[in-house]
């Protein structure tokens, strides 16, 4: 999608929105054709709201990856054989892509990677070859703006799955003294838990035709991130929600919430507040969302955002609040994101639908609440004999995740109780 795309989507959800509202204040008495076409608006919405942040993240990408390439080329002390050992290696996986064993293509890779003292090298068909930084560190940006999660979430980078996260969740505490007053230490005990997020090695295979790469204007490089990334990014964005945590990442809907408040409940649960409607939203959902978002304590209301998918957004679009004031405010200009009760609205269609039983919206300080944990390298292997006439890129990498602080993230769910 063109970047120059992100102003109209912009206004036509917008006008989208307004003629909801205008149909459904017009509306003196509900009846089926009414209903059905205000479903139809919202069904246009949904796409609209949907392809508008998509368009928004591509254009952050791009100028994450202009402000690198800035940073880059104005960094001091790179020296000029660093510069071309990387520009060798690159060139090397490129033409390795392109020709396989062929030529000498791989022997040359096997050569340079033999070199490398942070590469732990294996030749193609015992296990694939690392990808150039340049290459691998493009393909992670690509995740980390195109995966919605991973937007508002905590990443950290480790070396090992055996990655802990020590959380307080007792707090802290001091006592007022005088000057020679004795310190009873009476304070509350901190109570730290151990966060230890499931790993899992996520796969992904880009293909090209035989013909095509041995074009010289085809851009293997470019073909590479551009799939490679977006498959990455796509499977991690369902495995960050419902992941099951055996090897993959534990998802923050996995697990048994409970209503329970903080204070009792136990670390690693989340809380839920119920719609009161066994497969619907409730009849006032902003009692519902208001009750999420000051569920929630008021350091984890600050950085809060709202989650959910692009089909329950748009069913928000013609809420109102008991003072007549809709809860949906639409962004007005690119950068912006739409905001709900002053709060950003993240889209991930990865959400649940509204039904029954369902956990379609989630609220909270992701950045405190849900933990993503990288292991460092990509691999890539070259297959051309599995899908005739074509040539398969198999890649992976390493990936982590589990809630980090249950208290941060507050769950709605479609019930009774």
């Known amino acids: 999608m063109a970047f120059d795309d992100l102003k109209p989507l912009i206004e036509e959800g917008n006008k989208t929105i307004a003629a909801i509202r205008a149909e459904v204040e017009g509306v003196k008495q509900a009846d089926v054709l009414t209903e059905q076409k205000i479903a139809r608006m919202e069904a246009d919405l ?11 993240l591509a254009l952050k990408a791009l100028e994450n990856r202009l402000a690198e390439i800035e940073t880059k080329g104005n960094r001091p002390g790179s020296t000029a054989a660093t510069q071309k050992a990387a520009e060798e290696h690159k060139a090397a996986f490129i033409d390795f892509m392109r020709k396989g064993s062929n030529g000498g293509a791989m022997d040359r890779l096997y050569d340079l990677q033999q070199k490398a003292a942070d590469v732990r090298t294996t030749v193609g068909a015992s296990g694939g070859f690392a990808l150039p930084k340049e290459i691998a560190d493009q393909v992670y940006k690509m995740i980390l703006d195109v995966s919605p999660i991973r937007s508002i979430a905590r990443v950290v980078t480790t070396g090992t799955t055996d990655y802990h996260q020590v959380v307080n969740r007792g707090g802290l505490a001091a006592e007022w003294v005088g000057e020679v007053s004795a310190r009873t230490l009476a304070t509350a005990t901190s109570d730290y838990g151990d966060v230890a997020p499931t790993f899992g090695e996520l796969s992904a295979v880009p293909e090209a035709t035989r013909h095509s790469i041995n074009d010289l204007f085809f851009d293997v490089e470019a073909e590479l991130v551009r799939d490679g990334g977006e498959r990455f990014a796509i499977a991690e964005g369902i495995a960050f929600i419902s992941g099951s945590g055996t090897n993959q990442p534990t998802g923050f809907l996995t697990g048994t919430p409970v209503v329970t408040g903080d204070a009792a409940r136990a670390f690693g649960v989340l809380q839920y507040f119920f719609t009161g409607a066994a497969s619907a939203l409730s009849a006032n959902p902003w009692d519902n969302l208001k009750d999420m978002l000051y569920g929630l304590k008021a350091g984890y209301r600050q950085n809060a955002s709202w989650v959910m998918n692009s089909l329950v957004l748009a069913a928000h679009a013609k809420v109102k609040d008991t003072t007549g004031q ?7 200009r690119e950068g912006d994101p739409d905001t709900m009760l002053g709060k950003r609205i993240v889209v991930a269609e990865d959400m649940p639908n509204v ?6 919206i989630a609220c909270g300080d992701f950045s405190r ?12 292997v070259r297959d051309e004999i599995t899908k005739t006439g074509w040539v398969r890129f198999p890649m992976a990498k390493r990936v982590g995740g589990r809630v980090l602080d249950s208290a941060a993230i507050k769950l709605l769910r479609v019930a009774t109780s």
């Open 46 to 56: 949904a796409a609209t709201l949907k392809a508008k942040q998509d368009a928004d």
């Open 326 to 332: 809709y809860l949906l405010t639409p962004a007005v």
């Open 355 to 360: 039904g029954a039983g369902a956990f379609p």
């Open 369 to 380: 609440g849900y933990l993503i944990a990288d292991i460092p390298g990509l691999w890539m």
